[in-house]
């Protein structure tokens, strides 16, 4: 049986894709199973995957369509028997790429918001999103469709070991900062995603600067500030804003980045991708929420906590092309993030800590 995994949005999304890989290959351990993704942060990731047999990244949007087609012609002639939308892919271009690639089964999401317009006729089996579900639950839908018995006690996410990144993350501790073993380590996420105007989901980072600033007073922690280099400026004011308290984390690649959060006693992030990855990682987590569901995508099968103000109005992002926006205007927009405290965020960070010492 040959099977491919389309994971052509983040690296979250990817990654509360694993449990549903996991019970995939353990249902079929004789399978090929190949991923495409668009991004090379997921393919860094799970290149390295033991249930995966190859990924294959492609960037379509820097690409065009004249070379994609022709890569999506290449890929049509391995003769996929299953090929599986990862939740959520409500874009009518990721269901256009199912059906060019030709799979006997194409698998995917009936979607509660425009999903007409996401061209769903293309798949030949289809699950229908539960608002109640999280994500991880939806892609285990998913791949109960491929004949997939899906248990009560679904898997937590999954990061395979990255052995050879141990030692730069041991060299880089001792250059900047010697003697750490001895201190509480918490790491920062303050970027996100910007498509779809995901932008307004980040918490301020004036505000993650004076977080750092206390925790690193209360605690003697070091502060460390993680981010890819499109969150170099952002996270560099934090640092000048900490007094210089917090260590912004310079690595040249996303892995490095992983086996430096592994240090970690605790991980405080926006809802994005590196959150995913530090509940992978089993790291406690702190996670803010604004206007995305914490129903959704929270952290999964880990301990953590979610700050978030229970407005009315949120949440109010929803799975579709459109991108975030607010009803509200001035002061009021996006009042769901924005007026999330450093005092409900410090509170949520001291339970977490004396979490993992008990």
């Known amino acids: 049986m040959k099977i491919l995994i389309i994971a052509l949005s983040g690296i979250g999304d990817a990654i509360m894709f694993t449990p549903a890989l996991q019970l995939l290959k353990k249902q079929y351990p004789q399978a090929e199973i190949d991923m495409l993704s668009m991004f090379r942060g997921v393919s860094d990731i799970f290149e390295r995957s033991e249930y995966l047999t190859q990924v294959f990244h492609w ?23 299953i090929s599986i939308n990862v939740f959520p892919a409500n874009r009518k271009e990721y269901n256009i790429i199912s059906f060019i690639i030709g799979a006997q089964k194409r698998l995917g999401t009936d979607y509660l918001n425009l999903n007409k317009s996401s061209f769903p006729f293309l798949l030949t089996h289809r699950t229908k999103e539960e608002d109640q579900l999280h994500n991880v639950e939806e892609n ?19 990061i395979d070991s ?7 993350a041991q060299t880089w501790f001792a250059k900047n900062l010697p003697n750490s073993e001895h201190h509480t380590i918490i790491g920062i996420h303050a970027g996100s995603a910007i498509f779809k105007n995901q932008i307004n989901k980040r918490w301020d980072w004036k505000k993650y600067a004076e977080l750092g600033i206390l925790l690193r007073k209360e605690y003697n922690a070091k502060i460390l500030i993680f981010g890819g280099p499109e969150e170099r400026e952002l996270n560099e004011q934090i640092v000048e804003a900490s007094k210089q308290t917090a260590t912004l984390v310079t690595v040249p690649s996303l892995l490095a980045s992983i086996a430096l959060m592994k240090r970690c006693h605790l991980f405080v992030s926006n809802d994005s991708g590196l959150m995913h990855i530090a509940a992978a990682l089993q790291l406690p987590l702190v996670a803010i929420f604004g206007y995305t569901s914490h129903v959704h995508t929270r952290p999964w099968k880990v301990k953590h906590e979610v700050v978030r103000h229970d407005l009315e109005c949120s949440p109010c992002f929803y799975f579709s092309p459109r991108p975030a926006s607010c009803k509200f205007q001035g002061e009021d ?25 008990n």
């Open 333 to 357: 927009e996006f009042k769901c993030i924005r007026r999330i405290e450093v005092s409900e965020v410090l509170a949520a960070c001291r339970r977490m800590l004396q979490v993992d010492k």
């Open 140 to 158: 285990c839908l998913l791949v109960e469709l491929a004949g997939v018995k899906i248990p009560k006690d679904i898997p937590p996410l999954q």
């Open 162 to 168: 990255m052995p050879e990144f141990e030692i730069s």
């Open 59 to 81: 960037d379509f949007v820097k690409e065009g369509a004249t070379r994609s087609l022709g890569f999506l012609r290449n890929l049509r002639k391995k003769e996929y028997d």
